[in-house]
């Protein structure tokens, strides 16, 4: 239903926000100073629940390529290992959430995601 969906979104975003508060310390710890450009922000007024599910899923498979190529990246540094261990936990959790969201996606579990 709309409601667990809608909470268990805001349990993702808790757990992204988790994942940029522990890469922010690494990026510090190696003396990096990331610079984020932001996206556009879309108009939310505009969006059904089936939008904003399709649109996670595109951003979370994004992260899910992206985490998997820094993983790659570091893999056989052992100066890197923690990080790399990190990643991989935080890749587990982006798996989780695409797996989610896929799930949502279909119409016998979100009733409310037909196409609009």
Same mark, same amino acid.
């Given at each position: 239903?709309?409601?667990?969906?809608?909470?268990?979104?805001?349990?993702?975003?808790?757990?992204?926000?988790?994942?940029?508060?522990?890469?922010?310390?690494?990026?510090?710890?190696?003396?990096?100073?990331?610079?984020?450009?932001?996206?556009?922000?879309? !108009?939310?007024?505009?969006?059904?629940? %089936?939008?904003? @599910? *399709?649109?996670? $899923?595109?951003? #979370?498979?994004?992260? &899910?390529?992206?985490?998997?190529?820094?993983?790659?990246?570091?893999?056989? !540094?052992?100066?890197?290992?923690?990080? %790399?261990?990190? @990643? *991989?936990?935080? $890749?587990?959790? #982006?798996?989780?959430? &695409?797996?989610?969201?896929?799930?949502?996606?279909?119409?016998?579990?979100?009733?409310?995601?037909?196409?609009?």
């Amino acid at each position: 239903s709309s409601p667990a969906i809608k909470q268990h979104l805001k349990e993702h975003m808790d757990e992204e926000t988790g994942h940029i508060q522990l890469l922010q310390s690494y990026l510090s710890h190696f003396g990096a100073r990331p610079h984020v450009a932001r996206k556009q922000i879309i !108009d939310l007024p505009k969006l059904t629940l %089936r939008k904003i @599910l *399709e649109t996670d $899923l595109e951003l #979370e498979l994004k992260a &899910v390529e992206n985490y998997s190529m820094a993983i790659a990246a570091l893999e056989g !540094d052992p100066k890197f290992s923690s990080v %790399r261990v990190t @990643l *991989e936990n935080i $890749l587990i959790q #982006e798996q989780d959430h &695409v797996h989610d969201i896929t799930r949502w996606l279909r119409e016998d579990l979100c009733p409310t995601c037909k196409s609009d």
